[in-house]
């Protein structure tokens, strides 16, 4: 005996029937199976064959067609459309990772494309160079007098700024400064010999004589001066930025306002004299104003949040101009070099 499969397209359901001959219907095809497995005797209908056609019909339409927008677990970001298999498939799923649009890309240059004004808060601590010059050679043993006894010692600054970046980056700053250079006097005479007279009085009140008295011994002077100094800085330079680091240079004049000294150094006659003689004198030693000063620093600004850096800037100033008057027999002119450490606020 042998089994036929005959197909019909014309009907509504399937069967299988057991033939003695082979049927000469078309499509029909032979096996050798044996006829009691019920598996030849189960009906496939046309609906069903129907509805897995219409199902691999939707998914050639969803495979075809860009899903939409899929919201992501994190607030504000979303995934973009995603073509091809990978639609479907992420069609209930939230990614851990979200992607985002080309617009919100990190930048590794910052706070390009405007202009901004910020504020500098500094203070640093200085090292200052002195310079002291004779105007004629007969005061030369006098300059030497005054480098021996005199050496600056720890000194600072502060300033406020208020400046603009250009989206060039160029910037234009305005500040306030202050600045204190402390000096230390020290003199020093193993052999110091003191005349001073003394006065004689009777019980009456009425002078009997003049003594003189000699007395020899060591002398040590120490003093702490102090050279303070107020002027408006005025600087013009380039700023480059980067991840979180702006690097610059800016260079600019520092006009002083005033300038006040106090304290205690070698007079031109060898002896200590107070610097407040002097000042009170028709011949002080030192100016009030001194000019101007040439300034300039390399910025380096740490960003810590989006309006918030950390400034560290090596900075020089020079002063060109002598701080002493014309009736003073030296020149004296200064070198300062400090590190401004500070913040800086933008807007």
């Not at 075809?64 to 069609?91: C, H």
């Not at 043993?141 to 989206?167: A, I, P």
């Not at 060039?168 to 005479?189: A, E, H, M, T």
């Not at 003189?212 to 107020?230: A, E, K, M, R, W």
Request: proline share 6%.
């Amino acid at each position: 005996n042998t089994k036929s499969i005959t197909h019909t397209p014309n009907k509504q359901t399937l069967t299988t029937r057991h033939h003695h001959t082979i049927s000469p219907t078309p499509r029909t095809w032979q096996s050798r199976m044996p006829a009691k497995n019920p598996a030849f005797h189960q009906k496939i209908t046309i609906s069903a064959l129907t509805k897995k056609a219409a199902d691999l019909a939707q998914r050639k339409a969803a495979l075809s067609t860009p899903s939409k927008e899929i919201k992501a677990k994190q607030p504000g970001k979303s995934v973009r459309p995603l073509p091809g298999l990978l639609a479907p498939l992420l069609r209930d799923v939230h990614p851990v990772i979200a992607y985002t649009q080309p617009g919100d890309c990190y930048s590794f240059t910052k706070r390009k494309g405007n202009n901004h004004f910020f504020v500098d808060l500094l203070g640093a601590p200085d090292y200052v160079i002195p310079n002291i010059i004779p105007k004629s050679s007969e005061f030369e043993n006098y300059v030497t007098e005054r480098n021996q006894t005199e050496n600056y010692v720890f000194s600072y600054s502060g300033q406020l700024g208020l400046g603009l970046e250009t989206e060039k980056g160029i910037v234009i700053r305005l500040g306030l400064n202050y600045s204190r250079y402390q000096s230390r006097f020290r003199k020093s005479d193993p052999n110091f010999k003191k005349v001073s007279i003394e006065q004689i009085f009777d019980n009456q009140g009425n002078l009997l004589r003049n003594d003189t008295v000699t007395t020899f011994g060591s002398l040590d002077i120490q003093h702490f001066n102090s050279h303070q100094y107020l002027g408006i800085p005025l600087t013009l330079g380039y700023t480059t930025s980067g991840h979180q680091l702006d690097i610059g240079f800016n260079a600019g004049l520092q006009f002083n306002i005033q300038t006040q000294s106090k304290g205690r150094f070698i007079g031109a006659d060898s002896q200590t004299t107070p610097l407040t003689i002097y000042r009170n004198s028709a011949q002080p030693a030192y100016k009030s104003q001194i000019g101007w000063q040439a300034i300039a620093n390399l910025s380096l600004a740490y960003e810590i949040s989006d309006h918030i850096d950390i400034l560290f800037a090596p900075h020089i100033k020079y002063t060109p101009n002598t701080i002493t008057t014309a009736f003073y027999p030296l020149d004296e002119k200064l070198t300062t070099i400090g590190l401004w450490i500070g913040g800086r606020i933008r807007f």
